[in-house]
């Protein structure tokens, strides 16, 4: 799970959720992995950001730009897996699905996507980034 939130953090916070290792197989884990919040460094399953904008240090409406890499593991290589997303649909329209794997950049709302996003984890691994804009 992703968002944005008031009174949440850019950075660790206590609505970041770390992640369990599997504790078996087959698994199938999303994990948002943040080797960059030093002692707190390591994978989660949630990752919330600050839902305010800043303009010189004070707060203006509309949520801000955002971008959340996160990652599928498998101990199956070769599994095919369906992402699919819900979010209000002004949210959604203003956001992006980039696998960093093939390069490819979706649009979530395009008709083409409505039933979600089809990959397949070949190495046991998929790498994405969920991309908002912002609003304008």
């Given at each position: ?11 660790r916070?206590?609505r970041?959720?770390?992640e ?53 593991r ?9 992402l699919?997303w ?5 949210i ?18 395009a ?23 912002g609003?304008?």
């Amino acid at each position: 799970m992703l968002g944005q939130l008031l009174g949440a953090r850019n950075g660790r916070d206590p609505r970041d959720l770390a992640e369990l290792p599997p504790f078996g197989t087959p698994y199938l884990t999303l994990v948002f992995p943040h080797a960059e919040w030093g002692a707190s460094a390591g994978d989660y399953a949630s990752d919330f950001r600050s839902a305010q904008r800043l303009s010189g240090g004070n707060p203006v409406p509309g949520l801000p730009a955002a971008d959340w890499a996160f990652e599928i593991r498998t101990d199956r290589p070769g599994t095919p897996v369906v992402l699919t997303w819900e979010g209000p649909p002004e949210i959604l329209q203003r956001s992006r699905l980039i696998d960093r794997t093939s390069g490819r950049t979706l649009f979530p709302t395009a008709k083409v996507n409505a039933q979600g996003y089809r990959v397949t984890l070949t190495t046991g691994k998929g790498a994405f980034t969920w991309r908002y804009l912002g609003q304008p």
